[in-house]
T-cell receptor
Framework: DTEVTQTPKHLVMGMTNKKSLKCEQH?????MYWYKQKAKKPPELMFV???????INESVPSRFSPECPNSSLLNLHLHALQPEDSALYLC????????FGPGTRLTVL | GNSVTQMEGPVTLSEEAFLTINCTYT??????LFWYVQYPGEGLQLLLK?????DKGSNKGFEATYRKETTSFHLEKGSVQVSDSAVYFC?????????????FGKGITLSVRP
């Protein structure tokens, strides 16, 4: 199984809402990543988890809160987002090569 | 720091044409190199990879060779299809212990017309 899954596929939220994005992989990878991608741009790294511990936070605002409940799951909790946070959020796993999920298309109203 | 430079796009080709997308990199040490493809409305798919100099990655008719002397990893395909229309990202990976950081090029949009 070489797949990374993400839910939901689409999400629309208001600026006062709290929502979560979920990511799951069963490839045995011990490194997992969150990226943000704007239209026509490459993905931008947000967070890296290694062995279920946060190892890199690329100065992401605190309204984004990552969580790694176990070695297969990665969550991204969202609170009080801004319209400029609307983007495609991608999860990935792997060490040398990273394998990406299909993404969650987030719209903040 | 590490960087990846891709040729400017977009690129439009007719079906069965030859494709070359240029990619050069700057990195310390010995990075691994990748091509990712992103179809409309989807996430990134790993297309091919090369982990050391002179390695050739290949997949779905696409090929790229890791050239350390020219710091390049150009993507080629002998005969493109309409279904190859997508955005292509060149990337390098610099492992940092138990994880890695990908450095992406800007991406190039390929459109193939029938």
């Amino acid at each position: 199984d070489t797949e990374v899954t993400q839910t939901p596929k689409h999400l629309v939220m208001g600026m006062t809402n709290k929502k979560s994005l979920k990511c799951e992989q069963h490839m045995g990878h011990r490194a997992m990543y969150w990226y943000k991608q704007k239209a026509k741009k490459p993905p931008e790294l947000m967070f890296v988890y290694s062995y279920e511990k946060l190892s890199i936070n690329e100065s992401v605002p605190s309204r984004f809160s990552p969580e790694c409940p176990n070695s297969s799951l990665l969550n991204l909790h969202l609170h009080a987002l801004q319209p400029e946070d609307s983007a495609l959020y991608l999860c990935a796993s792997g060490l040398v090569a990273q394998y990406f999920g299909p993404g969650t298309r987030l719209t903040v109203l | 720091g590490n960087s990846v430079t891709q040729m400017e796009g977009p690129v439009t080709l007719s079906e069965e044409a030859f494709l070359t997308i240029n990619c050069t990199y700057t990195a310390t040490g010995y990075p691994s190199l990748f091509w990712y493809v992103q179809y409309p409305g989807e996430g990134l798919q790993l297309l091919l990879k090369a982990t050391k100099a002179d390695d050739k990655g290949s997949n779905k008719g696409f090929e790229a060779t890791y050239r350390k002397e020219t710091t390049s990893f150009h993507l080629e395909k002998g005969s493109v299809q309409v279904s190859d229309s997508a955005v292509y990202f060149c990337a390098l990976s610099a492992p940092t212990g138990a994880n890695s950081k990908l450095t992406f090029g800007k991406g190039i949009t390929l459109s193939v017309r029938p």
